[in-house]
């Protein structure tokens, strides 16, 4: 089993920042790439920001210049900071993992959501 947990969303006003923070535990051999994904009411989800082990980066045009994903492998966690923060950011975010287990499987897995909301 393996479990990703977010944490760090809330209420921001514009212009403001947040960091988000997800960490994944249980059978993990090996994480692979990490991400952070987002769906906003009425939207599809997409791909907001992704890292590789290796630490290679791929963002959203939408948040180039305003986010960064980092990651420490020695913990198996993956952050966003999230800086100039607009209204049409405002979305649940959600960590992705790509994960070599234990069993010698590779899987995606996905955390609950965690809840961005830009307003005045």
């Known amino acids: 089993q393996v479990q990703v947990v977010e944490s760090g969303g809330g209420l921001v006003q514009p212009g403001g920042s947040l960091r988000l923070s997800c960490a994944a535990s249980?059978?993990?051999?090996?994480?692979?790439?990490m991400g952070w994904y987002r769906q906003a009411p009425g939207k599809q989800r997409e791909l907001v920001a992704a890292i590789t082990r290796s630490g290679t980066t791929n963002y959203a045009d939408s948040v180039k210049g305003r986010f960064t994903i980092s990651r420490d492998n020695t913990k198996n966690t993956v952050y966003l900071q999230m800086n100039n923060l607009k209204p049409e950011d405002t979305a649940d975010y959600y960590c992705n993992v790509d994960v070599l287990t234990n069993w010698n499987t590779r899987n995606d897995y996905w955390g609950q959501g965690t809840q961005v909301t830009v307003s005045s």
């Open positions: 249980g059978s993990i051999l090996n994480i692979y790439a």
